[in-house]
């Protein structure tokens, strides 16, 4: 198994920055995809960015240019570089991971709330 912790989110006012970071442990050697999903009340919820092992990250139509995910391998860590926030950005930010141990499954860390105020 494998352990996800979040950290780094927070009240900003639009246009502001904030950076989100996730550290993974425990069972991390079959680790595949590392990245980030968000959940709005009231909605269900969404892929922001990810970055499968080999290959150029994944980002949603809506935060291209604006948020930048970065994996480090080594420490099998990944981060959310946030800037110039909107109000829809409001939500529950989760760290996400996929690992191939045993045919593959999902792994989510706790979440950590962004709060983009107007």
């Known amino acids: 198994q494998v352990q996800l912790v979040e950290s780094g989110g927070g009240l900003v006012q639009a246009g502001g920055s904030l950076r989100l970071s996730c550290a993974a442990s425990g069972s991390i050697f079959t680790i595949n995809v590392m990245g980030w999903y968000r959940q709005a009340p009231g909605k269900q919820r969404e892929l922001v960015a990810a970055?499968?092992?080999?290959?150029?990250?994944n980002y949603a139509d809506s935060v291209k240019g604006r948020l930048t995910i970065s994996r480090d391998y080594a420490k099998n860590t990944v981060d959310l570089q946030m800037n110039s926030l909107k109000p829809e950005d409001t939500a529950v930010y989760y760290c996400?991971?996929?690992?191939?141990?045993?045919?593959?499954?999902?792994?989510w860390g706790q979440g950590t709330q962004v709060t983009v105020s107007s």
């Open positions: 996400y991971a996929f690992l191939t141990h045993r045919g593959g499954y999902n792994s």
């Open positions: 970055v499968s092992s080999g290959a150029r990250p």
